[in-house]
């Protein structure tokens, strides 16, 4: 009975984000179980496991197939200004206090292969405040933080990234931020230069720097509840007085208790500041 | 029929009604959900596929037609009786077994971002049997699999007679895949869902 075998990954699969959780120290243990349940499912039958359980042995005694294992349970992110509207809205709402200091620290949290991270990256450089920016880039998957490192992109990818690029204000030719080398596109080195990498994980490190902005979008999405008030909890604390926070455009802080700590700046597009 | 026949005596147990449409999907929803008064009992979660890359009116529109509560599901929020959740253009929507609301950016399934298959099958997981799984017009294969999980949870599941269907794929390829509790005609969909919402089953 399906019923049964359903009821067996119930039990199941708590048990394996123990065992990953134990054996390498990532916690999914608090993230958002329906989407998480599809992910290990996929990832049994792209990795030849009969059961969780068989997948549970196998993390536990073999590191590399764990690291197999992580890249099917992160969710990368898809493009470089998606939501356009959001970055146009940083521009014209969040830029102009920006200015305002003389060196900035931007903490791009959940950064995935670099997309969002390399958005900002040319926004700050044409509002002229990249040379004086420190950009925090940490994800908790390690290769996808190298991939973000590299910063190179696929270049049938680069026609939708640049009619976002337009959309969000962008104010020059966005190719001339990429080398095409064969099928890829290679961003621009000076993009990279004042960003630091850093493993990194919400759920159970800490604050590491004050910043001025938070950048995480589509990365709560993912936690439940209280994983997303210990995530809030952070940004707060590593926020300056009166600091930026952009998430995600259908992502909710009202049902936190840290929510109430942030006042919305651009309700519309979820960016909002400490209070 | 009453509701004694369409559901064989299992309205009683019915927490939740989960519905997924496709191409031909908003006349029949409106069909299904335009009768319901403000005080319905048990919530309505809906996907509709619509292109991802547009920002969807559809709430305020379907909010116009309806008297219930009409809004799109937000992320973390808890699942309110008597309200129609629609799930929102760009992003798979789920139940947690708390039963609140959960988002996800994974690839789009059947080419479409909600999915019909996530929406059901995390339904199934945090309703069990307490859940009636709808499936109407379609031109895609998408919520045979999520409906076959929701009758597999021991959940009831009702699928629109492809005969009458604007597009009979969808639920076509839902009776192909299992046996649904009822195949209905849509005037006889809009009954059961009347009836199971303002019926006092106590």
């Given amino acids: 009975m399906p019923k049964t075998k359903d009821a067996t990954v119930d039990i199941e699969l708590p048990l394996l984000m123990e065992a990953i959780y134990r054996r390498y120290n990532y916690d999914f243990r608090s993230y958002s179980m329906a989407s998480q349940k599809r992910r290990v499912l996929h990832a049994l039958r792209q990795l030849n496991c009969a059961s969780i359980s ?222 | 029929m009453s509701l004694q026949e369409f559901m064989n005596g299992r309205q009683h147990e019915m927490e939740a009604i989960v519905i997924g449409a496709s191409a031909g999907g908003v006349s029949a929803l409106l069909a299904i959900l335009s009768p319901l008064p403000r005080n319905m009992r048990i919530p309505i979660i809906v996907v509709l596929h619509v292109a991802e890359d547009k920002q969807s009116k559809l709430a305020e529109v379907f909010a116009h037609n309806l008297a219930p509560p009409v809004v799109f599901a937000q992320d973390k929020a808890f699942v309110v009786p008597g309200t129609v959740y629609f799930a929102v253009p760009g992003y798979h929507l789920s139940i947690e077994k708390g039963r609140w609301f959960s988002l996800s950016r994974e690839e789009p399934r059947y080419f479409s971002r909600p999915s019909i298959d996530y929406l059901m099958m995390s339904a199934a997981d945090a309703y069990g049997s307490a859940l009636l799984g709808i499936l109407l017009t379609g031109a895609s294969e998408d919520g045979a699999e999520g409906m076959a999980c929701i009758a597999s949870s021991g959940g009831f599941t009702v699928v629109q007679d492809p005969d009458e269907a604007e597009f009979s794929i969808m639920p076509q390829a839902a009776i192909d895949l299992f046996t649904p509790q009822q195949i209905l005609s849509l005037q006889q969909i809009r009954t059961l869902v009347f009836l199971l919402e303002t019926v006092n089953v106590g």
């Fill in chain 1, 54 to 275: 068989e997948l549970q042995a196998r993390i536990l005694h073999e590191p590399e197939f764990f690291s197999r294992l992580l890249q099917y349970l992160t969710i990368p992110t898809t493009e470089m200004f998606r939501d356009p509207e959001y970055f146009l809205a940083l521009r014209e709402k969040v830029v102009p206090f920006l200015k305002t200091y003389p060196s900035l620290k931007i903490w791009v949290a959940g950064c995935s292969t670099g997309e969002e991270l390399y958005s900002l990256a040319i926004v700050l450089k044409e509002e002229g405040l990249l040379s004086r920016t420190l950009l925090y880039a940490t994800d908790i998957n390690p290769a996808v933080l190298e991939k973000a490192r590299k910063g190179i992109f696929p270049s049938n990818r680069i026609r939708t990234y640049a009619t976002n690029y337009r959309a969000a204000g962008g104010k020059y030719s966005f190719s001339d931020y990429f080398t095409a080398a064969y099928d890829a596109a290679i961003l621009d080195r000076s993009l990279c230069e004042n960003v630091t990498f850093a493993d990194h994980s919400l759920a159970t490190d800490n604050v590491f720097s004050e910043t001025q902005f938070v950048s995480c979008r589509n990365v709560m999405i993912y936690f439940n509840h209280d994983l997303q008030e210990r995530a809030l909890r952070l940004f707060h604390e590593s926020l300056c007085h009166r600091g930026f926070l952009g998430l995600g455009s259908k992502e909710n802080i009202e049902f936190s208790e840290v929510g109430s700590l942030f006042e919305p700046l651009d309700k519309p597009w979820r960016i909002y500041r400490k209070k």
